[in-house]
């Protein structure tokens, strides 16, 4: 695959990264024809030529000016992948990541195998919020570069971001499973792991299950004088906990009076009494 087609994160002449509005809209797709057509070789030449002004101009982080460039160069020679997804990656710039992904889209249909248009793509994606849509371009780009450890790195991080928001949802939403057994599933999958660098008190482990024990409550509320906090997954096993304790205990409590005895009831308490 030659350095064109690569997917290492750059741009198309440099790593450049600095952001700009657009002052004008991008040209419609519309206007470009995807019909394979004859193209001759002083449109390729011509083609050649605006890519290296586009090419100028993006350095130079005039990126309206690039686009055009890009555009008026795919207008000469539309079967050039490279073109497209240089432009795509000059509307990330401009932050027209729904042109972005239409640009980069084509350029994967003129050419299967190109893994850097594949990149692009999956980096809008994760712009617009499609975090399983980049998760499936990653993972394409791996099979066409296996060795790309920086796409591989972004790929873990993606899967990481879509339990975790997977996790925090299972507690706002209803859906047929309970908000509980869908957080132990995520808990199981390694969706709420421990940080590595947590040195606070640690809870019991005992078949893959933590237990609090007295001894972490008494350390957990002097790390909290101290102004410290839990992880993440401590709070919910603690939560998680509680849930299972006071599922188990009975809602209703029967107390036995005999004649004569009254019964104080001190403290905030909601619901009704009901006398036998």
Same mark, same amino acid.
């Given at each position: 695959m030659s350095e064109a087609h690569s997917a290492t994160p750059s741009s198309p002449v440099s790593s450049t990264s600095t952001l700009i509005t657009s002052a004008t809209p991008s040209p419609e797709l519309k206007n470009l024809s995807l019909v394979p057509i004859e193209v001759s070789e002083h449109d390729k030449a011509e083609a050649l030529r605006l890519k290296a002004e586009a090419n100028k101009a993006f350095i130079s982080h005039d990126f309206p000016t690039a686009a055009k460039f890009y555009t008026a160069a795919i207008e000469k020679n539309p079967g050039e992948p490279t073109l497209w997804c240089n432009r795509a990656y000059t509307r990330m $710039?401009?932050?027209e990541y729904g042109y972005a992904l239409s640009d980069a889209t084509q350029a994967i249909q003129l050419d299967p195998r190109y893994a850097k248009a594949f990149y692009r793509r999956a980096t809008c994606y994760m712009q617009v919020l499609k975090y399983s849509a980049a998760v499936v371009d990653f993972k394409k780009v791996l099979v066409l570069e296996p060795k790309n450890d920086s796409v591989r790195a972004q790929l873990v991080s993606t899967q990481k971001l879509i339990r975790k928001i997977e996790f925090e949802k299972a507690i706002e939403m209803e859906e047929e499973k309970s908000p509980i057994e869908r957080c132990r599933? !995520? !808990?199981?999958? /390694? /969706?709420?792991?421990v940080d590595q660098g947590y040195a606070g008190p640690q809870l019991d482990q005992e078949d893959g299950k933590y237990n &609090?024990? #007295?001894? @972490? !409550? $008494?350390?957990? !509320?002097?790390? @909290? $004088?101290? /102004? $410290?906090?839990?992880?993440?997954? #401590?709070?919910?096993?603690? &939560?998680? /906990?509680a849930y299972e304790h006071f599922s188990n205990s009975d809602s209703l409590v029967n107390v036995e009076l005999e004649d004569g005895v009254t019964c104080d009831v001190i403290g905030d308490v909601h619901g009704t009494y009901a006398l036998g």
């Open positions: $710039k401009l932050e599933e !995520i !808990i199981a999958e /390694g /969706g709420c792991n &609090i024990t #007295y001894d @972490f !409550i $008494k350390a957990m !509320i002097q790390w @909290f $004088k101290d /102004g $410290k906090t839990l992880p993440k997954r #401590y709070v919910w096993e603690i &939560i998680l /906990g």
